[in-house]
């Protein structure tokens, strides 16, 4: 076994928390070498694609990749900002805020970011926790719902990673939280927002990321967890069973995936003579090109030429307080029994560590 390179171990150093905000990935650039990049690391995952390694190998590398790659990074381009990829920029925001809120509650704990595919990579994140002195890491994926697809991949990622280290840390990693009530809130929030601005539509669709209908068949729970989440946030809104749909989007290949799919669906409410709908995707916590380009741009297109008149997106939770308080109450789910409070002495160092500063600070602006 050939050990990756590691720090010295250091009797009586006192023990470190992290926590580790896991998203799916995104490519460094909207470019088609980028793109392929990206495509050949996450299509390869087994976890994604139970495909026979031969024969899935011959059809990503000589058929997907070389078709798919340049289709792919045209539909990045077409959402990549200023600051990057709206998902990386999202899931870094969303760190920063919860390293930031968890302080203000009183924990003492390093809060990174990470992605499954690309960059900033999982083993680099892990890497970089160890040589600070972490030896507690908390998982934290951004999928609310299980799927052996995401988080399980996520966990395949972590001990791999960890098979090749002497001096693991603990580890915890969140499986779910679907039916959290402080992210079911959030959602009800982001709702009830747009529509105080916007109005709302007598029909909402919620549009999850879609699976195998094999997964489904073969145990996995993600299809329940999604229309969990669905009840709740319906009881949530006030909603009967004909005021909102569940659907799934980004359907790949020939085989039957979970039904019913977004973009035929709201092709037919369109036909049904439905004027207006109001359609948001509560199984991503960042906006990303699964929403901002196919659900905002492609699906709003096949929904007015139909016939609908109005499509309203619902923006993911991003950013949003709600979601940011959320997101910590989780957090310290997962460190409960962990030394992440600071000791009085510690928060009264720290109160006059402040105060030295904002004096030094009054004194040099005085000079």
């Known amino acids: 076994m050939a050990y990756r390179k590691e720090p010295p171990h250091t009797h009586g150093t006192v023990a470190k928390c992290a926590v580790v905000l896991v998203n799916l990935g995104t490519p460094d650039a909207p470019t088609t070498p980028a793109v392929r990049r990206y495509l050949k690391q996450f299509l390869s995952d087994p976890r994604v694609v139970e495909i026979p390694r031969a024969v899935w190998w011959f059809i990503l590398n000589l058929i997907i990749l070389p078709f798919r790659s340049s289709k792919s990074a045209a539909k990045y381009a077409s959402i990549w900002t200023s600051e990057g990829s709206p998902l990386k920029v999202h899931t870094h925001k969303q760190a920063t805020l919860l390293r930031g809120l968890l302080g203000q509650r009183g924990h003492k704990v390093a809060v990174a970011m990470a992605m499954r595919y690309g960059s900033p990579s999982l083993p680099e994140v892990l890497d970089q926790l160890k040589a600070e002195g972490c030896d507690k890491i908390a998982i934290l994926p951004a999928y609310p719902q299980y799927s052996g697809t995401t988080t399980a991949s996520i966990n395949d990622a972590v001990f791999a990673h960890y098979a090749q280290v002497r001096n693991v840390p603990e580890l915890r990693s969140a499986r779910n939280y679907h039916d959290d009530p402080g992210y079911i809130g959030a959602l009800r929030d982001s709702v009830?927002?747009?529509?105080?601005?916007?109005?709302?539509?007598?029909?909402?669709?919620?549009?999850?990321?879609?699976?195998?209908?094999?997964?489904?068949?073969?145990?996995?729970?993600?299809?329940?967890?999604?229309?969990?989440?669905?009840?709740?946030?319906?009881?949530?809104?006030?909603?009967?069973?004909?005021?909102?749909?569940?659907?799934?989007?980004?359907?790949?290949?020939?085989?039957?995936?979970?039904?019913?799919?977004?973009?035929?669906t709201l092709v037919q409410l369109a036909r049904d003579g439905l004027q207006r709908v109001d359609v948001m995707c509560p199984g991503f916590t960042s906006d990303c090109l699964e929403t901002l380009e196919e659900i905002s741009m492609e699906a709003r297109h096949d929904f007015t030429a139909a016939g609908g008149k109005q499509f309203h997106y619902i923006a993911c939770l991003n950013e949003s307080p709600s979601w940011i308080n959320a997101l910590a109450d989780i957090a310290e789910q997962h460190m409960q029994g962990w030394p992440t409070r600071l000791s009085p002495a510690q928060a009264d160092a720290r109160r006059k560590d402040a105060e030295t500063g904002r004096a030094s600070a009054v004194r040099m602006g005085a000079q």
């Open 192 to 264: 009830l927002a747009h529509w105080e601005k916007n109005g709302r539509s007598e029909m909402l669709v919620m549009s999850f990321h879609g699976v195998p209908k094999r997964t489904l068949l073969l145990g996995d729970p993600y299809h329940c967890e999604c229309h969990k989440t669905a009840r709740l946030l319906a009881t949530e809104l006030g909603l009967g069973p004909k005021q909102y749909m569940v659907t799934f989007q980004s359907r790949f290949g020939k085989a039957e995936w979970l039904q019913p799919y977004t973009a035929p």
